[in-house]
T-cell receptor, first 114, second 112 residues
C-alpha cells in the first residue's frame, strides 16, 4: 500500500537558518503530494501541494518539488523565522482502487530559536 | 479556507459515559473524516464518510461510531468512553478523494 516516510524530529534551528524536511513516499500510481503545517493548539493547514511530477509547490517562503524519480517531496525554506515553529506533515492522495484516504507521515516538529 | 467547525472544543467526561462530537462544514464537500491525534502516533483515521448516510471504517474504529444525515454534519460517537480515548479529535473535509483535506480546529477530549 501507499506510505510516507518523514524525517525524524524534533528539528531545532536558529532563526534565518536554511530548512530541509525530508519526505519520501511509496505509491503504486501517481499521487498528489501535500505538506501540511500544524501550529500549537490548532488543526492542520495546507501549506503547499503538487499534483504531478516536477511540479513545485510554494507558499510563505516554503517550497517543495515533486520528484518522481526519487519519490520525494522535500520541504525547504531559505531563512526560517520563529513563527515557523510548528509540526509539519507530508501526505499523499490514494493510488489504489478502493482507497479513499490520504496517507500522512508521522510529522516533524520544528523549533526555531531566536 | 473551508468553513469547518467542531463542537465542543473541550470536553471532560467520565469512563462509561456516551460522548458525541460534532463536525459542521459550510463548503458542501462530499467527503468528511474523523481523526485522532496522540503523541507518538501522528494522525490516525477513525471513520470517514463519502456521502450522506455513506460511511466506512478507518484504522482505529473500535469503540467509535459515526453518522451523517446531512451533507454538512458528521457526528462521532463514543458509546461508552474509555480512558484510552482521551485524545485530540480532528474533523476534515474534502471535495473529492484526490483533493486536499481541510481540517477543523479540533476537540480535546479527556476521559477520567
Amino acid at each position: 500500500g501507499d506510505s510516507v516516510t518523514q524525517m525524524e524530529g524534533p528539528v531545532t534551528l536558529s532563526e534565518e537558518a536554511f530548512l530541509t524536511i525530508n519526505c519520501t513516499y511509496t505509491a503504486t500510481g501517481y499521487p498528489s503530494l501535500f505538506w501540511y503545517v500544524q501550529y500549537p493548539g490548532e488543526g492542520l493547514q495546507l501549506l503547499l501541494k503538487a499534483t504531478k511530477a516536477d511540479d513545485k509547490g510554494s507558499n510563505k517562503g516554503f517550497e517543495a518539488t515533486y520528484r518522481k524519480e526519487t519519490t520525494s517531496f522535500h520541504l525547504e525554506k531559505g531563512s526560517v523565522q520563529v513563527s515557523d515553529s510548528a509540526v509539519y506533515f507530508c501526505a499523499l492522495t490514494p493510488t489504489n482502487f478502493g482507497n479513499e484516504k490520504l496517507t500522512f507521515g508521522t510529522g516533524t516538529r520544528l523549533t526555531i530559536i531566536p | 479556507d473551508a468553513g469547518i467547525t467542531q463542537s465542543p472544543r473541550h470536553k471532560v467526561t467520565e469512563t462509561g459515559t456516551p460522548v458525541t462530537l460534532r463536525c459542521h462544514q459550510t463548503e458542501n464537500h462530499r467527503y468528511m473524516y474523523w481523526y485522532r491525534q496522540d503523541p507518538g502516533h501522528g494522525l490516525r483515521l477513525i471513520h470517514y464518510s463519502y456521502g450522506v448516510k455513506d460511511t466506512d471504517k478507518g484504522e482505529v474504529s473500535d469503540g467509535y461510531s459515526v453518522s451523517r444525515s446531512k451533507t454538512e454534519d458528521f457526528l462521532l460517537t463514543l458509546e461508552s468512553a474509555t480512558s484510552s480515548q482521551t485524545s485530540v479529535y480532528f474533523c476534515a473535509t474534502s471535495f473529492g478523494v484526490y483533493n486536499e483535506q481541510f481540517f477543523g480546529p479540533g476537540t480535546r477530549l479527556t476521559v477520567l
